[in-house]
């Protein structure tokens, strides 16, 4: 198959193992903004794409991203099957034979022709990490049922909407909040001695929600087991059962392999059983779930497959994601390779967890209703207050501050050490998935972003309130940048006139947020919930000629809020970009870009529009603040 040598797959792999911190929790992946039906290609996000941009904008009426998104045109929508190998995609693309699949691939390739590994690495004739047969979903989802679907293959366009009955209640004394934590990487023999279905103690992002005014029991011993409101932690790992699960429930789950392609099933069977078991003991009616890494796509599976039939009878009601594994993890397309895998037991990675990231079996196996991974478009997501907290620090501290996913990162594109940023949000939902408000606003999941690595950003006071905010009060914000009329543009219209690049500008802000003065006065924290820089990779950017007037909808800011909050912290630089390789600018790399205009201000959280000018610029800001239900 191939002559690489074992030595070099030995420390690819090691390598791999450092960044998943030799035994903590983690794991992921990345993506861009969907744009139409036909979105296919499971590629790096557009160079201009705002990785934060997913919070949609309040008038947006839920479709993609009211923003700069709109200029982005690489779309990695929905990704492509494995054809037995690597991802073990499983999920036939059509009915006809002569349908999808292609031939297989032999991981064999030249450096001097990029076709024989098409987006992977070639390393000494081997083929690391490809995407293959990127359109093999292309028309699912699309709204009409061609002869390759099924209401099997592709339910959205030959199936019917699942039945649901129950409503959702956002706030009641009868809500449970669930933790599924992320990977981590174990030995079979530990494996086999965990138990599955067990609950645990209320520490980390748990903890955190007591200091931030929210005072619930932990659900993992009497009395606070048999809470309607209790915290809860649940262990999906392990080979032996938890004493509450039934024979049957048992049965179930040991049907399904730990180790391989149904090991995502199984984990989602047993939080799904645990969570039913939860409802049933403490008599509680609804759900939040907060996650981590490899929990969220846990948390996806349990949904887009109504698991227990906890989402068709409208049990679950609001999700925060932190560093989620969304649209699968792109890291573990190394993992694709059949070679790679015999050798990771050389290492420790003796179990396949990597196998059900794989991006191709998200798309194949998780995204049951229309196979693409970066929109939430499964009817039974409707209704969900969805948040995502992402991470753009590239650097592992665990792992000597590597930042492995640069090795090979062609686009530039922000990232955590671990997963692709785009990879841990939804980047649209339809528009009959979105959330209805009560002033008939639709909104779609939100998303923000801390310079953090993957490993930390859940163990953050700044994730914290944002997942406080997120699952236990009322009010989302969203902050854009409404108007823009650019005076002067900073670029260089004459030799020796001091600046540098060509017209027309390209427009970006960094952004920061903090939840101040409330935080601070109230519960001493005095960090920030949402930053983006260009030195992150984390910024979008459009372009805007000199004497023109634009409403870019820029998005700054969009989140969960305080219920008690008046203000916010607000501190964005609106830049002139002259270097920032991430969105192919490429002007001048010695001076990367010019400030047009400073804000630094507290906004009131009321509806508003804020207008500023100087010699530069005159813009306006706009804010809106939305009752979510």
Request: aromatic letters at 8%.
């Amino acid at each position: 198959m191939t002559n690489l040598p074992r030595v070099f797959l030995r420390a690819l792999l090691a390598a791999i193992l450092c960044m998943l911190g030799c035994g903590l929790a983690s794991c992921s992946a990345s993506s861009s903004p969907p744009d139409a039906a036909s979105d296919a290609a499971d590629e790096p996000p557009d160079a201009g794409a705002d990785a934060f941009d997913a919070g949609a904008d309040p008038g947006d009426e839920a479709t993609a991203d009211a923003d700069i998104d709109a200029a982005d045109s690489g779309d990695p929508g929905a990704t492509d099957g494995a054809d037995g190998e690597g991802a073990d995609g499983g999920t036939d693309a059509g009915t006809d034979t002569d349908c999808g699949g292609g031939a297989d691939f032999d991981y064999r390739c030249e450096t001097s022709r990029p076709e024989t590994c098409p987006g992977g690495m070639c390393l000494l004739g081997m083929c690391i990490g490809p995407v293959r047969d990127p359109d093999r979903w292309s028309e699912c989802g699309d709204g009409s049922c061609g002869p390759c679907e099924s209401a099997q293959s592709c339910p959205a366009d030959c199936g019917a909407p699942p039945t649901t009955s129950g409503r959702k209640e956002y706030h009641n004394a009868t809500t449970i909040t669930v933790w599924l934590h992320g990977f981590y990487n174990k030995s079979p023999e530990e494996m086999a001695n965990m138990v599955y279905g067990e609950f645990g103690s209320c520490g980390g992002i748990l903890g955190r929600f007591s200091a931030l005014g929210i005072n619930r029991p932990c659900g993992n011993a009497a009395p606070g087991d048999t809470a309607p409101d209790q915290l809860v932690k649940v262990e999906y790992y392990g080979g032996r059962p938890a004493a509450w699960l039934s024979a049957a429930d048992v049965a179930e789950i040991e049907a399904l392999p730990y180790d391989g392609p149904e090991a995502l099933e199984r984990f989602a069977r047993i939080a799904a059983k645990a969570i039913r078991h939860k409802l049933t003991l403490s008599g509680a009616t609804h759900v939040n779930i907060a996650c981590h890494s490899f929990g969220c796509l846990i948390t996806r599976y349990l949904i887009e497959h109504d698991l227990e039939s906890l989402a068709s009878e409208n049990r679950l009601v609001r999700w925060f994601s932190s560093a989620g594994v969304i649209a699968g993890a792109r890291l573990a397309r190394l993992y694709d390779n059949p070679t790679v895998r015999d050798t990771a037991d050389l290492i420790g990675l003796e179990l396949s967890d990597f196998v059900v990231m794989h991006p191709d079996f998200v798309a194949d196996r998780v995204c049951a209703w229309d196979h693409r991974p970066y929109q939430g478009n499964h009817p039974l997501l409707a209704g969900m207050i969805i948040h995502h907290a992402t991470a753009t620090d590239p650097r592992i501290q665990e792992a000597l501050n590597i930042a492995l996913l640069d090795l090979h990162n062609p686009g530039d594109e922000p990232n955590d050490g671990i997963m692709f940023t785009d990879d841990e949000r939804f980047h649209s939902v339809a528009p009959e998935v979105a959330l209805l408000t009560p002033s008939g606003t639709r909104l779609s999941p939100s998303a923000t972003c801390l310079y953090l690595d993957h490993m930390h950003l859940p163990e953050d006071d700044g994730t914290a309130a944002l997942a406080t905010a997120a699952l236990f009060h009322k009010r989302r914000v969203t902050i854009t940048l409404d108007s823009l009329e650019l005076l002067l543009d900073r670029e260089s219209h004459a030799i020796g006139d001091g600046e540098h690049g060509t017209p027309p500008a390209e427009i970006a802000a960094a952004v920061e947020v903090r939840f101040n003065p409330y935080l601070h006065d109230r519960f001493g924290i005095d960090r920030a919930v949402h930053q983006t820089r260009v030195e992150h990779r984390s910024v979008g950017h459009f372009e805007q000629s000199q004497g023109s007037t634009l409403q870019p909808g820029y998005v700054l800011f969009a989140g969960p809020v305080f219920d008690e909050m008046n203000e916010l912290d607000l501190d964005f630089e609106l830049l002139e970009l002259d270097w920032y390789p991430r969105g192919n600018v490429r002007e001048w790399s010695f001076d990367p870009h010019q400030a047009l205009y400073r804000f630094q201000e507290s906004v009131p959280l009321q509806n508003a529009v804020i207008s500023r000018e100087n010699a530069y610029v005159r813009l306006a800001v706009r804010v809106e603040v939305v009752d979510q239900y």
